[in-house]
C-alpha cells in the first residue's frame, strides 16, 4: 500500500471515532438505564455511563491518533476493558457496561467484601449445613464436612481453585449466605459498581446476577488494595489440608494436597505461556457466562487491568489469549492514547486534583474541560507497605501504584505494593 493510501486510511479512522464520540453528548443519554432481568444476546443502545459517556456507548471505544498502536485483531468478547491501575484512565473499551454473568469473576467482589473480617490464623470446623445450597457441578477445593480450616486455607480454597465450597464456608461464618449476598451488594453500590446485582456469593449462575466488565475491573483495583488479597490471588500453588484418615484406635492422620491457580496467564498450559509481570487476579467460566476474567500485569513501571467477558471464539484458553492480547496492546498505547474514560472512586471517596501533567478524561459526559461532579481522579501522598509471599507465592513486592481506601479517603499513590514481576520457576 502507498504511503498517501495509508494516510488516507489513517486519517478515516480518526475521523471516525470523532464523529462517534460526538454522537453521544445528548444529555438525554446520560441517565443510567435501569437494570435488566437477564443478560441480552446484543449490547444495549443504551447503557450506563459511569465514569464517561463514551463507555455507554455499544461497541469499540479507543482514541486512534498517530503513535498509537492498532488495537489487536480477533478479539471475539462481548465485553473487554482496558485501564491503568494507577491514574484510572480508560485506555479503550468494548461494551463496557454491557450487562453480563460474571462466573466466579464475582468472587473478587466476595474476597473484597469479606476477607477483612476474619483473622487468617482462624480456625473454623465445618458443618454439613456450611456446605448447604451449593450449585450442582461448582468447581470446588475440596473442603470435608467436621474438617477443621483455617481463615488463610478458606482463602487459598476461593483464589486458587475458585471453590465454592470454600466460599460457602465463608459466608457461613459471615453470617450465612443471604446476609453476605446484602454485604456484597452494598459494597458493589459503594464502589459505584451500578451495573452489578448479586444473587450468588460465589458468581454461580443465578436469575438476575449480572455484573459488567467495568465493574469487575473496580472489584479487582479495590481488592488488590488489600495485602492478603494480593498474596493469595498471585500464589500459582500451595498445600491444601485434606481429609483425617484413621488406622484403628490410634490418632487421624492428615495429609495435604496441592492445589495449583487456575489463572492460565499466571500458572500457564499447555497452549499458554504466564504473562510477563502477572500478579493476578481471577478468573470464571459457567454456561451462562463463558469465560470471564480479570488480569492485573506490571510492565516499564506501568500498571494495568483488563477485564474480558465471554468471547465468542471457543478455543481453549481464549480468554486468556485474548486479555494477553490486550495487555500488550495497553502498554504499548500507555503514554500515548487518550482515554476513553475513567474508573470512579468509591462514594466515600475525598477527590483532589489529577497529578500534573496526567492526561484527563470526561466522565460525565460534559464537554473535555468542562468540570464535572467526580471528573477527575485523586491522589494522595500516602506511604505503603509491601505486600507478602505466601505459600507457592511466585510473587514478591515491586513498584507500582497504591489505591488506598482508609479513613474514608480515596488516595492513589505513586508506589503500589503489588506482588512482585512472576518469577519464571520450573513447574511440576
Not at 183 to 190: E, G, P, S, Y
Not at 193 to 222: E, I, K, M, N
Not at 278 to 292: D, H, L, P, S
Request: glycine share 10%; with cysteine.
Amino acid at each position: 500500500m502507498s504511503a498517501p493510501k495509508k494516510i488516507a486510511k489513517r486519517s478515516l479512522l480518526i475521523t471516525s471515532a470523532a464523529l462517534l464520540t460526538v454522537s453521544v453528548t445528548a444529555p438525554a443519554a446520560l441517565a443510567a438505564p435501569k437494570p435488566s432481568t437477564s443478560p441480552t444476546t446484543a449490547p444495549p443502545a443504551r447503557m450506563s455511563q459511569v465514569g464517561g459517556a463514551r463507555l455507554g456507548v455499544p461497541g469499540t471505544q479507543v482514541n486512534l491518533a498517530p503513535g498509537v498502536p492498532v488495537l489487536p485483531k480477533d478479539l471475539t468478547a462481548r465485553s473487554w476493558i482496558v485501564t491503568d491501575a494507577e491514574s484510572g484512565d480508560v485506555l479503550a473499551s468494548h461494551n463496557a457496561h454491557w450487562r453480563l454473568p460474571p462466573a466466579s469473576t464475582l468472587k473478587m467482589l466476595f474476597a473484597d467484601t469479606v476477607l477483612p473480617r476474619f483473622p487468617k490464623d482462624q480456625r473454623h470446623q465445618v458443618l454439613p449445613t456450611d456446605l448447604a445450597g451449593i450449585g450442582a457441578g461448582s468447581s470446588m477445593v475440596g473442603i470435608k464436612e467436621k474438617e477443621s480450616y483455617t481463615v488463610h486455607d478458606l482463602w487459598l480454597g476461593v483464589f486458587l481453585r475458585s471453590g465454592n465450597d470454600a466460599v460457602h464456608v465463608l459466608s457461613a461464618m459471615n453470617g450465612g449466605v443471604a446476609r453476605t449476598v446484602k454485604d456484597m451488594q452494598a459494597h458493589a453500590d459503594a464502589l459505584q459498581a451500578r451495573d452489578t446485582h448479586v444473587v450468588s456469593p460465589d458468581g454461580y449462575d443465578a436469575p438476575q446476577q449480572y455484573s459488567s466488565a467495568y465493574d469487575l475491573t473496580l472489584f479487582a483495583r479495590s481488592g488488590l488494595q488489600k495485602k492478603d488479597f494480593r498474596e493469595y490471588c498471585s500464589t500459582v500453588r500451595a498445600k491444601f489440608p485434606g481429609a483425617t484418615t484413621h488406622k484403628g484406635k490410634g490418632k487421624g492422620t492428615r495429609e495435604a494436597f496441592e492445589i495449583q491457580n487456575t489463572n492460565r496467564l499466571l500458572s500457564g498450559d499447555a497452549d499458554i505461556s504466564v504473562y510477563p509481570g502477572i500478579a493476578g487476579v481471577k478468573n470464571g467460566n459457567t454456561t451462562n457466562a463463558g469465560a470471564t476474567f480479570t488480569g492485573v500485569a506490571e510492565r516499564g513501571g506501568k500498571v494495568l487491568l483488563v477485564t474480558v467477558m465471554n468471547p465468542e471464539k471457543h478455543e481453549h484458553n481464549e480468554v486468556y489469549k485474548e486479555t494477553a492480547r490486550l495487555l500488550d496492546w495497553g502498554f504499548g498505547a500507555s503514554g500515548k492514547v487518550k482515554p476513553v474514560g475513567t474508573l470512579v472512586p468509591p462514594l466515600n471517596a475525598t477527590p483532589s486534583a489529577r497529578p500534573s501533567g496526567a492526561p484527563s478524561a470526561d466522565v460525565t459526559g460534559a464537554p473535555q474541560g468542562t468540570a464535572g461532579a467526580g471528573s477527575e481522579p485523586v491522589k494522595g501522598a500516602a506511604a505503603a507497605q509491601g505486600g507478602s509471599r505466601g505459600a507457592g507465592t511466585a510473587l514478591a513486592v515491586t513498584a507500582g501504584v497504591l489505591v488506598l481506601l482508609a479513613g474514608g479517603a480515596f488516595l492513589i499513590n505513586r508506589r503500589w505494593p503489588l506482588p512482585d514481576l512472576m518469577r519464571r520457576r520450573t513447574r511440576r
